[in-house]
């Protein structure tokens, strides 16, 4: 029953890591850097954080180095 099911979900896990780490993972912590010190208005920096704190989550998750 589950058993058919860990091998798609090591799949997209895969998948998902890769994305992460050739997309999102290499420009979005550069970008939420620059709007944290540049936003003028708070809810704009306060997104760059939260936005900032799942990529460092998404890094844990994949067991990847902070610069990655």
Request: net charge negative; aromatic share 10%.
């Amino acid at each position: 029953h589950l058993a058919g099911h860990d091998a798609e979900a090591q799949i997209l896990s895969n998948i998902q890591r890769a994305f992460f780490t050739d997309h999102i993972g290499d420009w979005l912590p550069t970008l939420c850097d620059k709007v944290i010190a540049n936003a003028r208005e708070p809810f704009y920096k306060a997104m760059a954080e939260l936005s900032n704190a799942v990529v460092g989550f998404e890094r844990e998750m994949f067991g990847l180095d902070s610069k990655s």
